[in-house]
T-cell receptor, first 116, second 109 residues
Framework: DTEVTQTPKHLVMGMTNKKSLKCEQH?????MYWYKQKAKKPPELMFV???????INESVPSRFSPECPNSSLLNLHLHALQPEDSALYLC???????????????FGDGTRLSIL | GIQVEQSPPDLILQEGANSTLRCNFS?????LQWFHQNPWGQLINLFY???GTKQNGRLSATTVATERYSLLYISSSQTTDSGVYFC???????????FGKGTKLSVIP
């Protein structure tokens, strides 16, 4: 789903570095998500923002800090990561849930993160 | 939470063959999506299908919500169909999209 844009596509960082992953969508979606995917595993939900407010935090370590500065942007700030944090990080967006069927989630191409 | 089981875990097909992938889920769902993750990691939306039947070219999907399963049909498979196929579901009013473990498809010439 190229309507959700993630940058950078690849990131290599040391354990003491601070970096940020960025996600942008212009579909008018008011729910945005971060997922983490380890090799040969399915994606796992990390955070959900609904109407720019943090709605779900799936017990993610504090070295991952999400931010939603406006309805189109979602950031994930990284600090003091561990080698086991190396993974594909996927951003998604959707219309918010409400009465009736939940709306489909649209995924970006991901950022492949390697921690040295 | 909702449990999602996909079968088979691995599938090897000759180019041109047809296949059926299955997704069973443990509770009623308000969202069911099928994705294809290609070898480069891109997660591509195939179908949004909480119930009913849809078709898109060589692919079609059917969800029988009352019996808690969904099927993805791939006809006349091509090598570009290779990758992992995920089924993902969420319950009523939930943002939590739960993925199955996937079916790894390899299409050989």
């Amino acid at each position: 789903d190229t309507e959700v844009t993630q940058t950078p596509k690849h990131l290599v960082m040391g354990m003491t570095n601070k970096k940020s992953l960025k996600c942008e969508q212009h579909m008018g979606h008011r729910a945005m998500y971060w997922y983490k995917q380890k090799a040969k595993k399915p994606p796992e939900l990390m955070f959900v923002y609904s109407y720019e407010k943090l709605s779900i935090n799936e017990s993610v370590p504090s070295r991952f800090s999400p931010e939603c500065p406006n309805s189109s942007l979602l950031n994930l700030h990284l600090h003091a990561l561990q080698p086991e944090d190396s993974a594909l990080y996927l951003c998604a967006s959707s219309h918010p849930t409400g009465v009736g069927l939940n709306q489909p989630q649209h995924f970006g191409d991901g950022t492949r993160l390697s921690i040295l | 939470g909702i449990q999602v089981e996909q079968s088979p875990p691995d599938l090897i097909l000759q180019e041109g063959a047809n296949s059926t992938l299955r997704c069973n889920f443990s509770d009623s769902v308000n969202n069911l999506q099928w994705f294809h993750q290609n070898p480069w990691g891109q997660l591509i939306n195939l179908f949004y299908i909480p119930s009913g039947t849809k078709q898109n070219g060589r692919l079609s999907a059917t969800t029988v919500a009352t019996e808690r399963y969904s099927l993805l049909y791939i006809s006349s498979s091509q090598t570009t169909d290779s990758g992992v196929y995920f089924c993902a579901v969420s319950g009523a009013g939930s943002y939590q999209l739960t993925f199955g473990k996937g079916t790894k498809l390899s299409v050989i010439p």
